[in-house]
């Protein structure tokens, strides 16, 4: 079957994805201490977005660039302290993704 679909980069795909942001942060630690005692801080790489860097001895979470892919949610579950209390943006905020 023949594909239909235009060919297009994923990074030109991602290059039309437009965000509208809440003020409030979707994506909250329920306690930071947990991230400083984590050893894998894996929602550091996994995240596509860099959301989540480490700086200053605590975890900073740039919430308002996140593609909602929910990497981070796993990771932090699977590979991290369970710190990480995920949600989607309220009110149908966040990402619009305009070519999938
Ligand atoms: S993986 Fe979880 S516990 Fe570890 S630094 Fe990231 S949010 Fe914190």
Same mark, same amino acid.
């Given at each position: 079957? $023949?594909?239909?679909? !235009? ?8 290059? /039309?994805?437009?965000?509208? #942001? =809440?003020? /409030?942060?979707h994506?909250?630690? #329920?306690?930071?201490?947990? +991230?400083q005692?984590? $050893? #894998?801080? %894996?929602?550091?790489?996994?995240? !596509? $977005?860099?959301?989540? %860097?480490?700086?200053? =001895? *605590?975890?900073?979470?740039? @919430?308002? &660039?996140?593609?909602e892919?929910? %990497? +981070? *949610? ?6 991290? &302290? ?7 943006? $309220? ?5 619009? @993704?305009?070519l999938?």
């Amino acid at each position: 079957m $023949a594909d239909t679909l !235009p060919r297009i980069p994923l990074s030109e795909r991602l290059g /039309t994805t437009a965000f509208d #942001s =809440d003020k /409030t942060t979707h994506l909250t630690l #329920s306690d930071p201490a947990l +991230c400083q005692r984590c $050893a #894998s801080r %894996a929602c550091i790489p996994v995240c !596509p $977005a860099q959301v989540y %860097a480490w700086e200053n =001895d *605590r975890l900073r979470v740039s @919430y308002e &660039n996140c593609l909602e892919t929910g %990497a +981070c *949610r796993i990771a932090c579950q699977e590979l991290g &302290n369970h710190a990480l209390v995920w949600a989607f943006p $309220a009110g149908g905020r966040g990402v619009k @993704y305009r070519l999938g």
